[in-house]
């Protein structure tokens, strides 16, 4: 009953920007922490960033100062600002959030991806 949905992938070139959306539907009464992680091909899906209901934000080292989270809490929504772009953040980008549902239990929950290709 609980969907996620990433929206903004695309193709940019170094040193540009890109921002990433991610909202979540259904009968939703809460939601905690969102977050964005990546997978590029042949590697480890990693942690990109988390923000909790409160706002407060964790970046992982590679993107630090580069990339910013951010939450909107009446649409459901997070988003992932992507500047200064490099060549080694090209990687399908999920969303993941804790997200309170009627009808279910309460856990994370994984959009579809949205792939981001950086050209050098």
């Known amino acids: 009953q609980v969907q996620l949905v990433e929206s903004g992938g695309g193709l940019v070139q170094a040193g540009g920007s890109l921002r990433l959306s991610c909202t979540a539907s259904?009968?939703?009464?809460?939601?905690?922490?969102m977050g964005w992680y990546r997978q590029a091909p042949g590697k480890q899906r990693e942690w990109v960033a988390t923000?909790?209901?409160?706002?407060?934000?964790n970046y992982a080292d590679s993107v630090k100062g580069r990339f910013t989270i951010s939450r909107d809490n009446a649409r459901n929504t997070v988003y992932l600002q992507m500047n200064s772009v490099k060549p080694e953040d090209t990687a399908v980008y999920y969303c993941?959030?804790?997200?309170?549902?009627?009808?279910?239990?309460?856990?994370?929950?994984w959009g579809q991806g949205t792939q981001v290709t950086v050209s050098s």
């Open positions: 993941n959030a804790d997200v309170r549902a009627y009808g279910t239990v309460g856990r994370y929950y």
């Open positions: 259904g009968l939703i009464y809460d939601i905690n922490v």
């Open positions: 923000i909790t209901s409160g706002g407060s934000t």
